[in-house]
């Protein structure tokens, strides 16, 4: 018997909670036993999962021949205690383009001396570790060449983006524009209002917006939103389910982000059919550009250009099903799933 331990936080929040919340939904489709060491009340009590403390990972391997401790980022596990007892632990690493990490200190977007601490706490845990997997092209030349970490890349795509959408049928476009992030620098809701504003002045929109979000620009958002003529809702935080149905109701998701390891919230877009622009800062556009995906396009930083693109595909309706299907190619051939369970030699 085998069994996998998902360490880390679990829920709908976005980032490592959602990415773990995807994981164990695909595993569960492995002939494995699943645990976590997250709290299972806390967004993420639908999965058929086990709890268990991280420090008593040890006891299961009493009752299983292999078990396989996954880490996204670095949450308190110790490799070398594991390894003690003959427990595997896989590091799995999320970064970002090298020179945008070099640039986002000399802007001060990141905090140099949080960012540094964090991951070389992240590289110690990986040297100790029996395998390591990047999440992208871009996080393993990241860390190859900011910390000369080797790792294996795998891509973190879901059969469960697709599997946890309600129904494509029957759903119309309430919102032409869908915004899904903290309101910061990095995930660059300022350029987001501006792109709004351009769109308005040059081709005379009044639009329905949707943004899902907080952050440090919350006030100025509020402000800007208040100077704009469309209509634009604001949601702090919603359920992830909920965020689904939005975007089953929207038509356009954009994602302009400075930095993303790999952007999620992109393949929850592509997931439900809608068109999607994003950021080449993200590490899923090494992924999906292969896929050809006709309901994907490049943000281009000069802004006018970004905007006229966007005024022809508000008149568009979205083919959802058909969208979908095309995605759905693309997460069959890069299953992260699949894929790590080929790497450990259990498919």
């Known amino acids: 018997m085998i069994a996998f331990v ?18 164990i939904k695909d595993l569960l489709s492995a002939d494995v036993d699943i645990y976590t060491t997250a709290n299972l009340s806390k967004g993420a009590n639908d999965l058929e999962v086990k709890s268990i403390n991280k420090w008593t990972i040890p006891v299961l391997k009493k009752k299983y021949e292999k078990v396989f401790v996954l880490s996204s980022l670095y949450h308190g596990v110790i490799p070398s205690l594991l390894k003690k007892e003959r427990i595997y632990h896989i590091q799995i690493l999320h970064g970002f383009r090298p020179f945008v990490f070099n640039w986002s200190f000399k802007s001060k977007i990141l905090d140099p001396t949080k960012a540094l601490l964090s991951y070389l706490t992240i590289i110690s845990a990986s040297k100790r570790s029996d395998w390591v997997i990047s999440n992208s092209f871009i996080t393993k030349a990241f860390y190859e060449r900011m910390f000369s970490m080797p790792s294996i890349p795998i891509p973190i795509f879901f059969k469960s983006f697709i599997e946890t959408f309600p129904s494509l049928k029957n759903n119309t476009c309430h919102y032409d524009l869908l915004f899904v992030g903290k309101f910061n620098r990095v995930k660059n809701i300022i350029y987001f209002l501006d792109m709004v504003e351009l769109l308005e002045k040059c081709y005379g929109f009044r639009l329905n917006i949707c943004l ?32 689904k149905q939005i975007m089953l109701r929207s038509k356009i998701l954009i994602v302009p982000s400075l930095i993303e390891t790999f952007g999620l919230v992109i393949a929850e877009g592509l997931a439900s059919g809608m068109f999607v622009f994003a950021s080449k800062y993200c590490g899923i556009v090494d992924y999906i550009s292969e896929g050809k995906l006709e309901n994907f396009r490049i943000i281009s930083w000069h802004l006018e250009n970004t905007v006229d693109e966007i005024a022809k595909y508000l008149e568009l309706e979205p083919d959802r099903e058909r969208y979908v299907t095309a995605f759905s190619e693309v997460v069959k051939r890069f299953s992260f799933v699949q894929n790590l369970l080929s790497l450990l030699g259990l498919k």
């Open 212 to 243: 899902i979000g907080d952050g440090p620009l919350r006030e100025y958002v509020h402000q800007r939103v208040g100077s704009l003529k469309s209509s634009i809702k604001i949601y702090s935080y919603l359920p992830n389910q909920a965020v």
């Open 6 to 23: 998902v360490n880390g936080p679990l829920g709908s929040k976005g980032g490592v909670e959602t990415f773990n919340y995807y994981l």
